[in-house]
């Protein structure tokens, strides 16, 4: 299975998310660190990326072999993260194929409706532990 982190700024949120990605499932998942910026491929490669890519062109090439997508809300928000979504990014993910886990965490003046407010490693663990491997189980 192949899993792309999208994450921009400082590569916080796609860190966490990688690094409980390689301790629940190893090597038995590919995990591509997409930055928006070199910064952020850097932290998330270091975080423990199989590959990692910057930018908008790299981006939309790698989501189209993703089979699930995991980053911040921002990323299917045009000019989310200071700009560093740009518009063709945010469709392009919207727009794929692949399973998308979206953390509702935003900057932008976006609040999704009805969603309980979690810490970050609480809803990475939700995501990691409970629907990647409802994934995993069904292929």
């Given at each position: 299975?192949?899993?792309?982190?999208?994450?921009?700024?400082?590569?916080?949120?796609?860190?966490?998310?990688?690094?409980?990605?390689?301790?629940?499932?190893?090597?038995?998942?590919?995990?591509?660190?997409?930055?928006?910026n070199?910064?952020?491929t850097?932290?998330?490669?270091?975080?423990?990326?199989?590959?990692?890519?910057?930018?908008?062109?790299a981006?939309?090439?790698?989501?189209?072999?993703?089979?699930?997508?995991?980053?911040?809300?921002?990323?299917?928000?045009?000019?989310a993260?200071?700009?560093?979504?740009?518009?063709?990014?945010?469709?392009?993910?919207?727009?794929?194929?692949?399973?998308?886990?979206?953390?509702?965490?935003?900057?932008?003046n976006?609040?999704?409706?009805?969603?309980?407010?979690?810490?970050?490693?609480?809803?990475?663990?939700?995501?990691?532990?409970?629907r990647?491997k409802?994934?995993?189980d069904h292929?």
């Amino acid at each position: 299975m192949r899993v792309c982190v999208i994450d921009g700024q400082g590569g916080g949120i796609g860190s966490v998310i990688i690094r409980r990605l390689k301790e629940e499932y190893g090597e038995g998942v590919e995990v591509l660190a997409l930055g928006s910026n070199a910064i952020a491929t850097a932290q998330m490669m270091k975080a423990g990326a199989n590959r990692g890519a910057t930018g908008e062109n790299a981006i939309l090439v790698s989501i189209q072999q993703a089979d699930v997508i995991i980053g911040p809300l921002g990323i299917v928000l045009a000019n989310a993260m200071m700009g560093e979504i740009t518009p063709a990014v945010a469709a392009g993910v919207a727009a794929c194929g692949a399973r998308k886990f979206l953390l509702p965490l935003t900057q932008e003046n976006v609040e999704v409706a009805g969603v309980t407010r979690e810490p970050l490693p609480h809803q990475v663990d939700h995501i990691v532990k409970v629907r990647l491997k409802e994934m995993l189980d069904h292929v």
